[in-house]
């Protein structure tokens, strides 16, 4: 018998600072309607030092972990692009901070911001031959370009936190997808540097092209087309980017699909367009957001594609389960957007070089106002010193 197997929970958590982009424009010279219209943005999550991949992780993840699945997690998959360590894995800091079983298998997974896509796909493999295990899986990252670059505007930071079980609560993976690899250079970041190297331009024509190929793989594997879709969720690092993929499928829909497609990605990108990119968290956070403010039911499809540069491109669906709106706190992800507080330009700018670097002496974090459950104290040893209230 075939397990139905996808997301039981997902939880969020990105910090409690964030730049308003009319501000962020008017410092830089540039027409607000260009970051509120032409990139679609409008707050950008600003990061303090004393949080990282890790500490995000762990907050998003303790919204949706009980006594019972911290026992049945089998394995944690950590999918990020700005770890802290070249050997150490950032899912082993996390199975201690959040106190799981020892036996768990805590690995990271890199592949820019397919990362997250690799684990729930991975984690959904090993779930459907082991259905009474739970896979915990992670898209967490801090999305830096350098001040006064191009790239600044699409910044951004948070986690995502999946729970992946068998008969789960919001969605069951359709058992197909398609994928697609390139040796592409349109963003990477070598080792040693703390901003990527990007062209942003090339990047979101090989993004588009990715897409088209896997959704064209896809619906040959599976006779389905776009009548088939409630919803298409993307990849948003900046949500302009998922608009102009939408925009190359929209006309193989009838003239009432498409403004059901439309409205379905205007919820798709209400929260990420509060907090900017979060790299591999993105499509995660733009799913999260469709189930919070879009209309669907149960029964519905919703088609995913994933994308990371390098690259990586995955097309996926998953059909909507009925009791999809416990899998996530919705009061308390309205609660964490609305409670941030917005710094002014050169606030973020001092932040954006206080944090601690990757190569320097030990130091403490002055905590200051960051009042998250796990947070970054400093560095002690060479070793990083994590802590939770
Ligand atoms: N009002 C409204 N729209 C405006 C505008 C204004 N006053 N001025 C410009 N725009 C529009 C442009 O027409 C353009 O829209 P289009 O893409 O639909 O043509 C958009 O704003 C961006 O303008 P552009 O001049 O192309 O911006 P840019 O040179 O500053 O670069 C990015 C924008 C996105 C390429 C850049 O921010 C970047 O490289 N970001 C990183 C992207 C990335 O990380 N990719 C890899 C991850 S998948």
Redesign the pocket.
């Known amino acids: 018998m075939t397990v139905a197997v996808g997301i039981d929970r997902l939880g969020f958590y990105t910090p409690s600072l964030y730049l308003e982009m009319t501000d962020l424009a008017e410092a830089r010279g540039d ?1 607000p ?2 970051y509120h ?3 679609g943005q409008d707050k950008q999550a600003v990061i303090p030092p004393t949080q990282d991949v890790v500490t995000m992780a762990a907050n998003a993840a303790e919204q949706i972990l009980t006594a019972e699945n911290r026992q049945a997690i089998k394995m944690v998959l950590f999918g990020t692009e700005s770890g802290v360590d070249n050997s150490k894995a950032t899912a082993v800091y996390l199975a201690h901070l959040l106190q799981l079983p020892a036996d768990t298998r805590a690995i990271e997974i890199k592949q820019a ?1 397919y990362g997250a896509t690799a684990g729930l796909q991975l984690a959904a493999d090993y779930v459907r031959s082991h259905p009474t295990a739970q896979v915990l899986v992670i898209g967490s990252d801090i999305a830096r ?1 350098g001040l006064r670059s ?2 600044e ?2 910044q951004g930071g948070g986690a995502v936190a999946m729970l992946v079980t068998a008969d789960p609560q919001i969605l069951v993976l359709d058992a197909e997808s398609s994928y697609h690899t390139e040796d592409v250079m ?2 990477w970041r070598p080792l040693g540097r703390t901003e ?1 190297l ?1 062209d ?2 090339y ?2 024509n090989v ?1 588009l092209d990715f897409f088209k190929t896997v959704w064209r793989t896809y619906q040959q594997q599976t006779d389905r087309a776009i009548a088939d879709f409630a919803a298409l969720a993307f ?1 948003i ?2 949500t ?2 998922g608009l ?1 993929a939408l925009r190359q499928v929209l006309p193989e829909a009838t003239p009432e699909q498409q403004e059901t497609l439309q409205a379905a990605f205007e919820a798709s990108q209400r929260d990420n367009r509060q907090v900017g ?1 979060l790299y591999t968290g993105s499509l995660y956070l733009s799913l999260l957001s469709l189930l919070r403010h879009g209309d669907l039911v149960a029964g519905d499809r919703i088609g995913c594609f994933s ?1 990371g ?1 390098g690259a990586e491109g995955e097309f996926y669906s998953g059909v909507l389960q009925p009791n999809y709106r416990q899998g996530f706190d919705d009061a308390a992800l309205t609660a964490l957007l609305a409670n941030r507080r917005a710094v002014s330009v050169a606030e973020y700018e001092a932040l954006y070089t206080q944090r601690l670097d990757l190569q320097g002496a030990d130091r403490q974090l002055a905590v200051g106002t960051d009042s998250a459950a796990y947070y970054l104290a400093g560095r002690q040893h060479q070793q990083r010193q994590y802590r939770h209230r």
């Open positions: 027409d309607a260009k219209i032409g990139i911001c370009y191009a790239g505007v699409t349109d963003f990527a990007v942003g331009k990047s979101t993004y990849h690092p900046f302009k980017m102009k990119n994308y540069s």
